[in-house]
């Protein structure tokens, strides 16, 4: 986990350099250490990385319902207020579990 | 980024309550997050997140000769010292240019 909020700080570093080559480089090196730490959670049966992946793209769906369903939102404002509404829906939803 | 690095923080937290659910669920919103970085660089024209990942591999290949070429470690600890040689190496290499 150290290693992978480093590489984020080299990435920002990157950006704020305007150093188009190393920003390739730190998204890299950041996109792997993100990967690694998945294993390491499989290898020890914490959960599984397709899972993970899965269910926040489920998620995703869920609460954007003006981009994968059929709901309209005019402005981004109110697509921020959907996407709260929908998302205390769930937490409600889950406590009554 | 702030983004990331606050999934990075909610996912710590995950671990050490040693909450697996949330776990999984941190993790992936993670995942998304950092994918979604590399779409908002692609759409810029910054980098491609394609290179990134396959440079990544290129240097995590070279710089672990023990786990992918023909030589051999005896010791963690030789393992470190073989990286940072190699690393060196390239760097000195990078500088000549």
Request: proline letters at 3%; aromatic letters at 8%; zero cysteines.
């Amino acid at each position: 986990m150290p290693e992978l909020e480093s590489e984020i700080q080299e990435f920002k570093q990157a950006i704020a350099r305007n150093d188009l080559e190393n920003m390739r480089e730190e998204y890299g090196d950041m996109l792997w250490d993100a990967l690694f730490i998945g294993i390491i959670a499989e290898e020890k049966g914490l959960f599984s990385i397709r899972d993970a992946i899965q269910e926040a793209h489920a998620k995703l769906r869920r609460r954007k319902p003006w981009v994968f369903g059929n709901e309209k939102v005019k402005t981004p404002e109110e697509a921020v207020k959907r996407w709260n509404e929908i998302k205390a829906d769930e937490k409600k939803a889950k406590s009554r579990h």
